[in-house]
């Protein structure tokens, strides 16, 4: 029975910024459950060893240039994805991220921060969330069920130095998730649940520069990280398998309006 629980075989998910680090590590361990994966995103091409990996299957995947921001890309995309797999049973939205121009610095102090790079930063986390939502959520209305995942951030619960314009975006998809879960159940149907991942720290290959030196070793930042999570280390891609199945699976059937972390205990730690 707890097999059964857990079981996502045959489940069509479409996944937002598909192609990037985190986005394209879901929809390999998507695939390796037997599920069948529609990578979204603005730039679609995937790493050789990522894709290599997709193809070994046992689940198929498909990759699609969708621009999150523009509706009627994201219109044609479900209407690929259709007549591709010919249902689809979750959405996650992965797309995301940050702008240097929004982000402190000696040379770049908040009274300078452009509005215009504020604005960005609001537009690809939270608009970018709320788009695609709207879109598929029409065609989980019409089917009686749905299942989205949003991708929020620790910065969502702790705002982190020097990102003011990413943590108040993620403070608001962290909201918005919460909304979305109570309008479409009350107004649609309970069958479509809605709740978000909270990521910690993840070391990536985008990353890896401020928080590793040259000599492999912990920058002030990443010390800093590190001191303040209880388990003590940076998060791996595969952190998020477990409570992303889990939220698409039946074991979650009544779950929904939650904003999870996966954090190794950082947002739990006061630092004393």
Request: with cysteine.
């Amino acid at each position: 029975m707890s097999n059964e629980l857990f079981n996502i075989k045959d489940k069509v998910v479409a996944i937002t910024g598909g192609c990037g680090i985190l986005g394209s590590a879901m929809a390999t361990a998507l695939i390796k459950q037997s599920a069948h994966v529609a990578l979204m995103d603005l730039f679609p091409e995937l790493d050789g060893q990522v894709k290599s990996q997709l193809k070994k299957g046992p689940g198929q995947f498909e990759v699609f240039k969708v621009d999150v921001l523009n509706r009627n890309s994201l219109e044609s995309a479900l209407k690929n994805i259709l007549n591709r797999f010919k249902k689809i049973d979750a959405l996650i939205n992965g797309a995301g991220g940050n702008h240097p121009q929004a982000t402190t610095s000696s040379e770049m102090p908040f009274m300078q921060i452009p509005m215009e790079a504020f604005q960005k930063v609001l537009q690809l986390n939270l608009t970018g969330t709320l788009l695609p939502s709207q879109v598929f959520a029409d065609v989980f209305i019409e089917q009686g069920y749905g299942n989205i995942i949003n991708i929020s951030s620790m910065n969502a619960i702790r705002p982190l130095t020097r990102i003011p314009a990413y943590s108040a975006a993620k403070a608001a998809v962290s909201n918005f998730t919460q909304w979305l879960a109570v309008h479409l159940a009350q107004e649609y149907n309970p069958n479509i649940r809605v709740n978000a991942i909270a990521p910690g720290f993840f070391l990536t290959k985008q990353n890896r520069f401020l928080l590793l030196d040259e000599q492999n070793q912990l920058t002030e930042r990443g010390k800093k990280i590190i001191d303040h999570t209880p388990m003590g280390r940076f998060g791996q891609p595969e952190d998020l398998f477990g409570t992303m199945i889990w939220l698409l699976s039946d074991a979650s059937s009544f779950v929904t309006g939650t904003v999870i972390p996966v954090d190794g205990g950082f947002a739990a730690f006061s630092g004393v």
